[in-house]
T-cell receptor, first 114, second 115 residues
Framework: DQQVKQNSPSLSVQEGRISILNCDYT??????FLWYKKYPAEGPTFLIS?????DKNEDGRFTVFLNKSAKHLSLHIVPSQPGDSAVYFC?????????????FGTGTRLKVLA | NAGVMQNPRHLVRRRGQEARLRCSPM?????VYWYRQLPEEGLKFMVY????????ESGMPKERFSAEFPKEGPSILRIQQVVRGDSAAYFC?????????????FGSGTRLTVV
């Protein structure tokens, strides 16, 4: 039972344009969401988070939007840079998973073309 | 200011051997989490430990897998009698306290290959 889904395995975007990565979840008890970025042969690195009391959180070029009614979140990167090329995972917790156990999606591989 | 240190980075084991994966958390972090990433999948929670205690091992297979975090030394994830299906990347993360922080800090992982 995949509670967190990233339906696009890959995405290619031109440098300078906007990258939009999507994530859907099924568990309405989730109330905290994160995005991680992962380069090959490295561990995931925390990027940005959002609590369910908000619908938007912004940090520099990165913005996460949360639509609770649709159980959907998205990560916007603007402008995209070649160094943003990586695999992006969304993760969620809350409810039965508690506050320490994160449920991860399968990732979206972003390629930013120079 | 070392981050989460995992070793070895790569580990090759024959079927039936034992694999030992080590994780040293960040300085000041007393909470350790192990996750496994199978090929083409996301990270899946395995176990959460504090010093000398297993808090939640609900994601660990019931057999062959064990974890510890002794008072002194790194956390160890031990897989006995490895099988090909154990081939995966194993990531350790740490945090200073339980509960939500700005995500964990992950190590670079150990890539286990069972031949």
């Amino acid at each position: 039972d995949q509670q967190v889904k990233q339906n696009s395995p890959s995405l290619s975007v031109q440098e300078g344009r906007i990258s939009i990565l999507n994530c859907d979840y099924t568990n309405s008890m989730f109330d905290y969401f994160l995005w991680y970025k992962k380069y090959p042969a490295e561990g995931p690195t925390f990027l940005i988070s959002i609590s369910s009391i908000k619908d938007k959180n912004e940090d520099g070029r990165f913005t996460v939007f949360l639509n609770k009614s649709a159980k959907h979140l998205s990560l916007h990167i603007v402008p995209s840079q070649p160094g943003d090329s990586a695999v992006y995972f969304c993760a969620a917790n809350g409810g039965a998973s508690g506050t320490y156990k994160y449920i991860f999606g399968t990732g979206t591989r972003l390629k930013v073309l120079a | 200011n070392a981050g989460v240190m995992q070793n070895p980075r790569h580990l090759v084991r024959r079927r039936g051997q034992e694999a030992r994966l080590r994780c040293s958390p960040m300085k000041g972090h007393s909470h350790v989490y192990w996750y496994r990433q199978l090929p083409e999948e996301g990270l899946k929670f395995m176990v959460y430990l504090q010093k000398e205690n297993i808090i939640d091992e609900s994601g660990m297979p019931k057999e062959r897998f064990s974890a510890e975090f002794p008072k002194e030394g790194p956390s160890i994830l031990r897989i006995q009698q490895v099988v090909r299906g154990d081939s995966a990347a194993y990531f350790c993360a740490s945090s200073p306290a339980q509960g939500r922080t700005e995500g964990y800090t992950f190590g670079s992982g150990t890539r286990l290959t069972v031949v």
